[in-house]
Nanobody
Framework: QVQLVESGGGLVQAGGSLRLSCAAS????????MGWYRQAPGKQRELVAA???????NYADFVKGRFTISRDNTWRTVYLQMNSLKPEDTAVYYC?????????WGQGTQVTVSS
């Protein structure tokens, strides 16, 4: 089992920045990808950014150039630096860890961007 705890969400004005953190614990051995997803009210959960064990990153088109995903070398913490935030970025942001065929989720952190 892998436990994930997100932090760093909050209320920010449009154009501002936030940094989300995801702390992983438990059996983190063999995690191959970690990512951030988001879900806005009435919408499906969608991928924001992901980072593989190799360090290769993947971003949704709507955050390219604004968000940066990073991790420490132990896989214990993954970050999402969010710059130039827009009101449409308002959502609950979830951390995800993929390990073999399993997928683990955190409980989410609310990000609200005011116009």
């Amino acid at each position: 089992q892998v436990q994930l705890v997100e932090s760093g969400g909050g209320l920010v004005q449009a154009g501002g920045s936030l940094r989300l953190s995801c702390a992983a614990s438990g059996n983190i051995f063999s995690i191959n990808t970690m990512g951030w997803y988001r879900q806005a009210p009435g919408k499906q959960r969608e991928l924001v950014a992901a980072i593989a064990w190799s360090g290769i990153t993947n971003y949704a088109d709507f955050v390219k150039g604004r968000f940066t995903i990073s991790r420490d070398n132990t896989w214990r913490t993954v970050y999402l630096q969010m710059n130039s935030l827009k009101p449409e970025d308002t959502a609950v942001y979830y951390c995800n860890a993929a390990k073999y065929a399993y997928s683990f989720w955190g409980q989410g952190t609310q990000v609200t961007v005011s116009s």
